[in-house]
């Protein structure tokens, strides 16, 4: 499969999947969502969730061909975290 061509600059994409998710996701999630992916078209708004990212992505290409997707971690600011918290001494 050929790879689709973003739409949007990385700035602008980022904001369309925020507006989205804060505007029309957050306000229906239910309590048990926190730490859940939510896979969002930006295109559409049309959107899964999934404790998996790749089952949310999937299953939103399947309904949404040509999604231009963006994932967010309910709850957080980070989809992943890298370094796994750990901090460097300074003596």
Do not use: H
């Amino acid at each position: 499969m050929a790879a689709k061509e973003p739409k949007y600059g990385k700035e602008e994409f980022a904001r369309l999947g925020e507006q989205i998710y804060e505007r029309d996701i957050y306000p229906v999630l239910q309590p048990d969502s926190k730490g859940k992916i939510v896979a969002i078209d930006i295109i559409t708004g049309a959107w899964e969730i999934d404790a998996s990212e790749i089952a949310a992505c999937q299953r939103l290409e399947e309904r949404q061909k040509e999604a231009q997707v963006w994932i967010k971690r309910v709850g957080y600011n980070y989809v992943r975290k890298f370094g796994a918290g750990r901090t460097k001494q300074i003596a």
